[in-house]
């Protein structure tokens, strides 16, 4: 299994500019989840989705959008990226909430400039 | 919403000595999760542990729900155990999302 699997690694934007972040997991998780973590800090939840067709915001979604077509894949979309949308973005799936265990890619680190 | 803090926010470790990192969060929680932030930035899961104690190699870990606080032990540190330790709670509501609070980590460097 490759676990859960984010691209790009790498990514300067100019504001304004729109990009999508992919993220695909394949262990076949209901829940997956995208955060942003910003310099010495712990990680923020942007969006969720408990299933294929359901997405929820989580604690800082302005700016974002997200979509869940399929179990395996969670899309995040920078519309008209602004420099306080610099960070980290990992995305992270589980098997069931309440018992699963997180697991995270890699991560994405985005500079807009 | 539910606090989760980390104590000591930093830690310098002799290489080959033992350290004690705590986790104390406000409210019950469905699971606790431990996680090292490697200095390339990767989140590696080390223990999902919502109660008792678990041991893997060097690190362990015991989680006391009723005491709302977890433990994480590092034996014998290396240097390669440098990075950031994060533990991240499951609020215990029932039913619908259960949120994940992260806490605001450990930060360990381990000298040779």
């Known amino acids: 299994n490759a676990g859960v699997t984010q691209t790009p690694k790498f990514r300067i934007l100019k504001i304004g500019q729109s990009m999508t972040l992919q993220c695909t997991q394949d262990?076949?998780?209901?829940?997956m989840y995208w955060y942003r973590q910003d310099p010495g800090m712990g990680l923020k939840l942007i969006y969720y989705?408990?299933?294929?067709?359901?997405?929820d915001k989580g604690e800082v979604p302005n700016g974002y959008n997200v979509s869940r077509s399929t179990t395996e894949d969670f899309p995040l979309r920078l519309e008209l990226a602004a420099p306080s949308q610099t960070s980290v973005y990992f995305c992270a799936s589980s098997y069931d909430i309440g018992t699963g265990e997180l697991f995270f890619g890699e991560g994405s680190r985005l500079t807009v400039l | 919403g539910i606090q989760v803090e980390q104590s000591p926010p930093d830690l310098i470790l002799q290489e080959g000595a033992n350290s004690t990192l705590r986790c104390n969060f406000s409210?019950?929680?469905?699971?606790l999760q431990w996680f090292h932030q490697n200095p390339w930035g990767q989140l590696i899961n080390l223990f999902y542990?919502?109660?008792g104690t678990k041991q893997n190699g060097r690190l362990s870990a015991t989680t006391v729900a009723t005491e709302r606080y977890s433990l994480l032990y590092i034996s014998s540190s290396q240097t390669t155990d440098s990075g950031v330790y994060f533990c991240?709670?499951?609020?215990?509501?029932?039913?619908?999302?259960?949120?994940?609070?992260f806490g605001t980590g450990t930060k360990l460097q381990v000298i040779p």
């Open positions: 409210d019950s929680v469905n699971n």
């Open positions: 991240a709670v499951e609020e215990g509501n029932s039913g619908g999302y259960q949120k994940v609070t």
């Open positions: 989705s408990v299933g294929a067709g359901i997405t």
């Open positions: 262990m076949n998780h209901n829940y």
């Open positions: 542990i919502p109660s």
